[in-house]
């Protein structure tokens, strides 16, 4: 469930990402109570879905994928830089100093340390009035005046953590992925933040940026499964994303276009998977033996790269574990068609309609395989084995008149000229309109 979509579930149920089940379940029980779901039918149902993605491990583990997290953290200021001082008396301190340093009355090492105490008490009367970005200039320059100074580092890295978790729940992606990106900068090893700058980036639109931050994302929680090969939800988390975010991890990497009648037939209508896609698909496999979609998506992008041996082996290792799976043989029979195994995809395709003899996507493949056989045939001059395509193809669409009319010019081309003239009168007949038909017979008959 992505962000920018609909509420994420803890939103839902007022509470922060990193929850325990525990407080899931109490929120959960609260609201239940608070609305009836007779009275409040909509939003009982909300409250219902947002719990049902929480309580389970897996669940929870694809929500948080695509959720901010909330990273924890406080200002942190001396009891001596938080003094009630007026604006006008620190402007004056400031003043001063600056005046000091120019005149070459004061050392550096003896206005520095002031000048940073009065910039530390102006930041902190900044902070309680919510002046982010001039207690964030207050911070910055006193870094310049001491890049070792440790509340001033602390206290611009929560800033910008903190403002950018802000924008982010405003929907403000493109400036919530800059004040992320500097924070980044100054803690690049926080793998909460690094995850918080994917989701923003690729919510903003910077798709490369995003790519670069999912890899590092998933490089750590690959590294902390290591450490806890047993943690169901840090694989379901890697998981995730290798699945959805797969290609896009690929840099713009494209394989060539698949077979027109295969990705027709399959239906097909997604960007293809090049090959770091692919890879991320077998990592998927490694963490997960048993993800029939990882291993279904290989075949399918092996299948779009023409790799038809490849696909096949893939196709028929996913058929033994789901010997009745009709998504995994049409594939297959179009792989194995593909490959020149011609026989063998139509059996294929034949088992799969006994399986299921209304599956019109089984029915479709068949039709468009032996008209596309058929043709292919009679480019060849076979026009024996093209017959026997176009007439397989009268089980299917017995009241044709295109497949009548491919009969025909069969016919015509192989020197039948009395069969072909049926064939095209059988076609006129179903559609009194079809103009290929009704020259053909005209042509026929001029040469009687």
Same mark, same amino acid.
């Given at each position: 469930?992505?962000? @920018?979509?609909?509420?994420?579930?803890?939103?839902?149920?007022?509470?922060?990402?990193?929850?325990?089940?525990?407080?899931?379940?109490?929120?959960?029980?609260?609201?239940?109570?608070?609305?009836?779901?007779?009275?409040?039918?909509?939003?009982?149902?909300?409250?219902?879905?947002?719990?049902?993605?929480?309580?389970?491990?897996?669940?929870?583990?694809?929500?948080? /994928?695509?959720?901010?997290?909330?990273?924890?953290?406080?200002?942190?200021?001396?009891?001596?830089?938080?003094?009630?001082?007026?604006?006008?008396?620190?402007?004056?301190?400031?003043?001063?100093?600056?005046?000091?340093?120019?005149?070459?009355?004061?050392?550096?090492?003896?206005?520095?340390?002031?000048?940073?105490?009065?910039? +530390?008490?102006?930041? %902190?009367?900044?902070?309680?009035?919510?002046?982010?970005?001039?207690?964030?200039?207050?911070?910055?320059?006193?870094?310049?005046?001491?890049?070792?100074?440790?509340?001033?580092?602390?206290?611009?890295?929560?800033?910008?953590?903190?403002?950018?978790?802000?924008?982010?729940?405003? *929907?403000?992606?493109?400036?919530?992925?800059? /004040? %992320?990106?500097?924070?980044?900068?100054?803690?690049? &090893?926080?793998?909460?933040?690094?995850?918080?700058?994917?989701?923003?980036?690729?919510?903003? *639109?910077?798709?490369?940026?995003?790519?670069?931050?999912?890899?590092?994302?998933?490089?750590?929680?690959?590294?902390?499964?290591?450490?806890?090969?047993?943690?169901?939800?840090?694989?379901?988390?890697?998981?995730?994303?290798?699945?959805?975010?797969?290609?896009?991890?690929?840099?713009?990497?494209?394989?060539?276009?698949?077979?027109?009648?295969?990705?027709?037939?399959?239906?097909?209508?997604?960007?293809?998977?090049?090959?770091? *896609?692919?890879? &991320?698909?077998?990592?998927?496999?490694?963490?997960?033996?048993? &993800?029939?979609?990882?291993?279904?998506?290989?075949?399918?992008?092996? +299948?779009?790269?023409?790799?038809?041996?490849?696909?096949?082996?893939?196709?028929?290792?996913?058929?033994?574990?789901?010997?009745?799976?009709?998504?995994?043989?049409?594939?297959?029979?179009?792989?194995?068609?593909?490959?020149?195994?011609?026989?063998?995809?139509?059996?294929?395709?034949?088992?799969?309609?006994?399986?299921?003899?209304?599956?019109?996507?089984? @029915?479709?493949?068949?039709?468009?395989?032996?008209?596309? +056989? *058929?043709?292919?045939?009679?480019?060849?001059?076979?026009?024996?084995?093209?017959?026997?395509?176009?007439?397989?193809?009268?089980?299917?669409?017995?009241?044709? &008149?295109?497949?009548?009319?491919?009969?025909?010019?069969?016919?015509?081309?192989?020197?039948?000229?009395?069969?072909?003239?049926?064939?095209?009168?059988?076609?006129?007949?179903?559609?009194?309109?079809?103009?290929?038909?009704?020259?053909?017979?005209?042509?026929?008959?001029?040469?009687?």
């Amino acid at each position: 469930m992505d962000n @920018n979509t609909e509420k994420n579930a803890y939103t839902v149920l007022g509470l922060q990402k990193g929850a325990a089940l525990d407080e899931i379940k109490q929120a959960y029980l609260l609201l239940v109570k608070k609305y009836d779901p007779e009275m409040h039918t909509d939003r009982f149902m909300e409250i219902q879905k947002a719990f049902n993605r929480l309580e389970k491990t897996a669940s929870r583990a694809r929500e948080d /994928v695509h959720t901010f997290n909330f990273i924890k953290g406080e200002f942190s200021f001396s009891t001596e830089e938080q003094t009630p001082a007026t604006d006008e008396q620190i402007a004056q301190v400031l003043r001063s100093l600056e005046a000091k340093k120019a005149a070459g009355e004061a050392k550096p090492e003896e206005t520095v340390p002031k000048e940073i105490h009065v910039l +530390m008490i102006r930041s %902190w009367k900044r902070v309680q009035k919510k002046l982010w970005a001039e207690a964030i200039q207050d911070w910055q320059q006193v870094i310049k005046l001491d890049p070792t100074h440790r509340r001033a580092k602390n206290n611009l890295l929560y800033s910008f953590i903190t403002l950018g978790y802000s924008y982010a729940n405003h *929907g403000l992606y493109e400036e919530a992925a800059e /004040v %992320w990106g500097q924070a980044a900068q100054m803690n690049p &090893d926080n793998p909460e933040l690094i995850h918080n700058l994917a989701l923003a980036s690729e919510l903003s *639109g910077r798709t490369e940026e995003a790519a670069r931050y999912w890899q590092e994302t998933v490089k750590r929680w690959k590294a902390q499964l290591e450490r806890e090969p047993d943690n169901e939800y840090l694989k379901t988390c890697i998981i995730e994303i290798l699945r959805k975010h797969g290609d896009r991890m690929a840099s713009g990497e494209k394989a060539p276009t698949a077979a027109a009648a295969a990705a027709s037939a399959n239906g097909n209508t997604n960007r293809p998977t090049g090959a770091k *896609g692919i890879e &991320d698909y077998r990592e998927i496999l490694r963490l997960n033996p048993n &993800d029939f979609e990882a291993q279904f998506k290989i075949a399918n992008a092996l +299948m779009q790269q023409r790799q038809w041996v490849e696909s096949i082996k893939e196709l028929e290792e996913l058929r033994r574990k789901f010997p009745r799976n009709i998504e995994v043989m049409n594939l297959l029979g179009w792989a194995l068609l593909n490959h020149g195994k011609v026989d063998d995809a139509f059996t294929i395709w034949r088992k799969a309609r006994v399986i299921d003899p209304k599956n019109h996507q089984i @029915n479709e493949s068949l039709i468009k395989a032996h008209m596309s +056989m *058929g043709r292919t045939l009679r480019d060849k001059k076979l026009y024996t084995q093209c017959l026997v395509h176009f007439k397989a193809l009268m089980n299917y669409l017995p009241e044709s &008149d295109e497949v009548h009319f491919e009969i025909g010019r069969t016919y015509q081309l192989k020197g039948d000229e009395r069969a072909a003239y049926q064939e095209f009168q059988k076609a006129l007949q179903l559609n009194p309109k079809h103009k290929n038909a009704r020259n053909a017979i005209s042509t026929l008959k001029l040469r009687r």
